[in-house]
């Protein structure tokens, strides 16, 4: 069993803006879904990059690469699980590997999903719930359960033309990760959900790039071009100055 594992906090995980320590209490999470859990999950402010589709489809393949972050949801069995460096065709100095997602704070709370201006309630603790995720595990929710954040981050839930739905940097209330489940596979009928990126800095979020660089970004950033940072295959060009 992993329980012990999960439970040990990182300090290098915590953004010292926003916590130096932090735990997820499982038991309220157990009750939920009636399994059994570890006590507790340590918790991480920062998120991989899946890009600019929130898709939670067990067949990743179904995500156009055009919107594909370097991270992904993809099953143990797969041939080949993960993504190259050679892969990253748009440059992994143009492309997010990581960014800031800061959990446990009140100034993130999750926004209910039918009405976005308002957080969401959890039942069993008659509180906001607040976006959270753990370095340990991949937090995802269901349409019953939409309390949760996660480990993996968006910066659009359908990055795709003529409409993109964008998933605003430093978001509040925030996005819950949540499985639809959307049957395209590329979340078209837009039925999944996954975190955008936050920070407790005014005005942005850093982001660690493929080429192991960290950069300041601005919530200002154009959308078009904070989904193509996203994606490791788009085919944008992005310049030094975006």
Not at 101 to 114: E, F, H, K, M, Q
């Amino acid at each position: 069993m992993n329980y012990a594992a999960v439970g040990l906090p990182v300090k290098i995980f915590f953004c010292p803006s926003n916590r130096d320590q932090g735990v997820v209490d499982l038991a309220p999470i157990a009750a939920q879904w009636a399994t059994p859990l570890p006590p507790f999950a340590a918790s991480c402010d920062y998120a991989f990059c899946r890009g600019a589709n929130g898709a939670l489809h067990r067949d990743w393949t179904r995500i156009p690469v055009t919107v594909r972050g370097v991270f992904n949801i993809q099953p143990p069995d797969v041939a080949r699980p993960g993504i190259r460096l050679t892969e990253i065709l748009d440059g992994t100095s143009t492309t997010f590997a990581m960014g800031e997602a800061a959990g446990g704070s009140a100034a993130y709370p999750v926004r209910d999903l039918n009405d976005p201006t308002q957080p969401a309630v959890d039942p069993l603790i008659g509180q906001p719930a607040l976006l959270e995720q753990s370095w340990g595990a991949a937090g995802v929710g269901d349409s019953s359960h939409p309390w949760y954040g996660s480990v993996f981050a968006v910066t659009a839930q359908y990055g795709l033309a003529p409409d993109p739905r964008d998933e605003p940097m430093n978001r509040r209330p925030g996005t819950p990760t949540i499985v639809g489940p959307d049957g395209s596979g590329y979340n078209q009928g837009g039925r999944d959900w996954v975190s955008g990126f936050r920070s407790m800095h005014p005005g942005g979020c850093n982001f660690l790039y493929a080429d192991g660089s960290v950069h300041w970004t601005s919530q200002g950033i154009d959308p078009a071009v904070y989904r193509a940072l996203s994606t490791y295959s788009g085919g944008e060009v992005v310049s030094a100055t975006d």
